[in-house]
């Protein structure tokens, strides 16, 4: 007799041009909301049927969209009653967005910088950003603006390529974030939970950030180590559900795609990712 698992683990993963057999870029999700509940569609969005204004049916955001959008694909909700969710795309300048992996930041933070309840989030990321963009970096540039002028209702991250580059996206709080691009030759695998660590302030080639973003951790007495800014530790979450929810996947992804790096599970230091490397350089993953 066959048994079914409802499962809950969205994971992401990144992969630079130095890391694949083609130099080709990647970025993947699985999306862990039920198929049957919330079923999807493949659609290609032409630049005549782009709404100029979005108005969200799932929180009310709304926001007046640029003119002359590209074509692009999307995977939104079969039922749009409760919002769009376009989930994941490709527009014709080459450039792919996934949106998103849900996160979670920590309590403090939240007391100084709520969420925003009528602000932009996963619903309707991809649709207000992946139409207007041509590289990677100009969605995290666009989607780091609109978070800062309008705030999120949530916490998540966001996936960006090209043809060059992949950057990994992620808010925390109501208005704040960071994005890091990930290095040529290698990949991420990105739970339920922030990821990106040590951020340099001097390398605005492989990150960007909310203007106020040091500003803010240094106002409120957030980072506990002055000599370094792990983005992390400062605003992400440190719970014991990690071990058994998140750490376990970024264990066995690391595990599949490098076998030869030996790391004992249940050893994994007690901090929110687990693993203290999140991006690790891929030797030995060869497309079959």
């Not at 989030?121 to 950003?129: I, S, Y």
Request: hydrophobic share 35%; aromatic share 10%; proline share 5%.
């Amino acid at each position: 007799m066959k048994t079914t698992r409802n499962l809950s683990s969205c994971t992401a993963v990144l992969v630079g041009k130095k890391a694949t057999v083609d130099g080709s870029t990647m970025i993947a999700r699985n999306e862990d909301a039920g198929g049957g509940i919330n079923a999807k569609r493949f659609i290609v969005v032409k630049p005549e049927d782009q709404p100029k204004t979005y108005i969200s049916t799932f929180n009310n955001f709304q926001l007046k969209l640029p003119a002359n959008p590209l074509r692009y694909t999307e995977t939104p909700c079969a039922d749009l009653r409760n919002g769009r969710w376009g989930e994941s795309g490709i527009n014709t300048d080459n450039v792919a967005m996934s949106a998103t992996e849900t996160e979670f930041t920590n309590t403090t933070t939240l007391g100084l910088d709520p969420l925003v309840d009528d602000g932009i989030g996963e619903e309707a990321m991809l649709t207000v950003v992946l139409p207007y963009i041509h590289s990677a970096r100009e969605g995290v540039q666009r989607l780091g603006e609109l978070v800062t002028k309008y705030g999120t209702c949530e916490s998540n991250g966001i996936a960006f390529s090209d043809q060059n580059e992949v950057w990994y996206f992620e808010t925390v709080g109501g208005h704040h974030w960071a994005a890091e691009r990930i290095p040529d030759d290698t990949y991420v695998i990105a739970p339920n939970q922030t990821g990106i660590q040590e951020i340099d302030f001097n390398d605005s080639q492989h990150f960007m950030y909310s203007a106020d973003l040091k500003e803010f951790a240094e106002k409120n007495h957030l980072n506990k180590r002055p000599d370094s800014f792990n983005f992390r530790d400062i605003f992400g979450e440190d719970v014991q559900s990690d071990h058994y929810y998140n750490t376990p996947r970024v264990w066995y992804g690391q595990k599949y795609l490098n076998p030869e790096i030996k790391q004992d599970l249940k050893a994994a230091p007690c901090r929110s990712v687990g693993y203290p490397l999140i991006w690790f350089q891929l030797k030995t993953w060869r497309l079959s």
